[in-house]
């Protein structure tokens, strides 16, 4: 068995795993990755690619999530990968998650977000994807960026390597780590330190510890859209409530004045329904989809809007979203 050195040795090239190459790399240190697919293959090329700030609740995690969209950029322009400055919008349908959404704006600028309540009319100046029938406004933040996930996974491995000379080793299962040594089935490396960023396979590397932590996996389920006609973009992400609100006074436990938002992480209850009801009807959604009658995961969890019936295409299978889908049920 052949031995090599490094600095840093970091066992997945999903996003994680890149970025502590990039981090490393720049610091000067010897980096190599391992991925065992012959490119990222797990949950960073299926998601959202949506840079979500608003996300985070006020303090460390949104001081953290800023940082993270600052590099972001500053990767972005290394590369001259694509991204769309696109902000988000929290659209409110209900009294309730309109009060909640315009308490937030009253106290988000202190808290350090960017963020400010829209009327209607703002929000369709801004959007014309929305589903106007109801609207009562949004919570609009100017935060928020969109990227291709897949496009950004297959470019930066060979960004890292000619710029900062990160190896990488795909199609590479590590089967084992022993300080100061990792395992691939023809290679040992000996390194300094090792990052283990191997997505949800933990059990491959420490089957003893995942067989105690009693965790169990679980799906965030996505839609994707055919392209649309004339390269249409739904432009700001539209979400519905948010880990954010969660200090507001209304919302504190043992208040009642909104429980809808209590009872639900998302603020939508609609009636079961492929379209999300932020949505204008029939708007970047295939017919495929649209027709579709609700299926069992759907009738199940009638609040998660985005949620899809077994026999639409699910996240273990399908491809993520590219360019114009940017929707998500924030739970
Ligand atoms: C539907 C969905 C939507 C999401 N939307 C967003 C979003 O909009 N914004 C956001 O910020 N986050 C989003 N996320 C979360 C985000 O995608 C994940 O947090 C992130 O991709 C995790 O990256 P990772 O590098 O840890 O894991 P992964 O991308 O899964 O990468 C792990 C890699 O490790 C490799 N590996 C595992 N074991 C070994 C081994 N023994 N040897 C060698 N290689 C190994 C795998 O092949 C894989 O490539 C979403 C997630 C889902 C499921």
């Known amino acids: 068995m052949k031995n090599h050195s490094a600095d840093v040795a970091i066992v997945g090239a999903g996003i994680l795993g890149l970025a502590h190459a990039y981090a490393a790399a720049r610091a000067g240190k010897r980096v190599v990755v ?25 303090g460390e995690l949104l001081q953290l999530a800023l940082r993270s969209r600052a590099i972001w950029l500053e990767l972005l322009d290394a590369t001259q990968l694509p991204y769309r400055d696109t902000g988000s919008l ?15 704006a009253a106290i988000a600028p202190g808290l350090g977000y960017n963020c400010c309540w829209h009327s209607p009319a703002q929000v369709f100046e801004k959007s014309e994807a ?39 080793h795909f199609s590479t ?32 590397l420490y089957p003893t510890h995942f067989a105690q932590s009693g965790l169990t996996r679980c799906k965030l ?19 519905a409530n948010c880990k954010c609100f969660a200090p507001l006074r209304s919302l504190q436990a043992g208040n009642s004045a909104h429980p809808s938002l209590l009872a639900s992480p998302c603020a939508f209850t609609q009636p079961s329904t492929y379209a999300p009801p932020c949505l204008r009807s029939g708007r970047a959604l295939p017919k495929r989809l649209r027709n579709s009658t609700a299926g069992p995961s759907t009738r199940s969890s009638p609040r998660l809007p985005m949620e899809l019936s077994p026999s639409a295409t699910p996240t273990s299978t399908a491809s993520p979203s590219t360019s114009s889908t940017s929707l998500k049920s924030t739970t």
């Open 173 to 204: 299962a590590v089967r084992a780590i022993n300080a100061p040594y990792l395992e691939t089935a023809a290679c040992r490396w000996h390194a300094g330190h090792f990052i283990v960023c191997s997505g949800e396979d933990f059990e491959t």
């Open 130 to 168: 929305v589903q106007p029938r109801g609207l009562l406004g949004a919570l609009w933040s100017d935060t928020e960026l969109t990227v291709d996930p897949r496009q950004i996974l297959a470019a930066l491995p060979a960004f890292l390597a000619e710029r900062y000379g990160v190896q990488f």
């Open 34 to 58: 391992f991925d065992r697919s012959p490119q990222a293959a797990g949950a960073s090329v299926r998601n959202f690619g949506m840079v979500w700030p608003i996300g985070q609740p006020s």
């Open 221 to 239: 389920q996505m839609l994707r859209t055919a392209p649309q006609p004339a390269g249409w973009q739904l432009g700001p992400s539209l979400a």
């Open 90 to 104: 929290h659209l409110t349908y209900r009294n309730d998650e309109a009060a909640v959404a315009q308490e937030f």
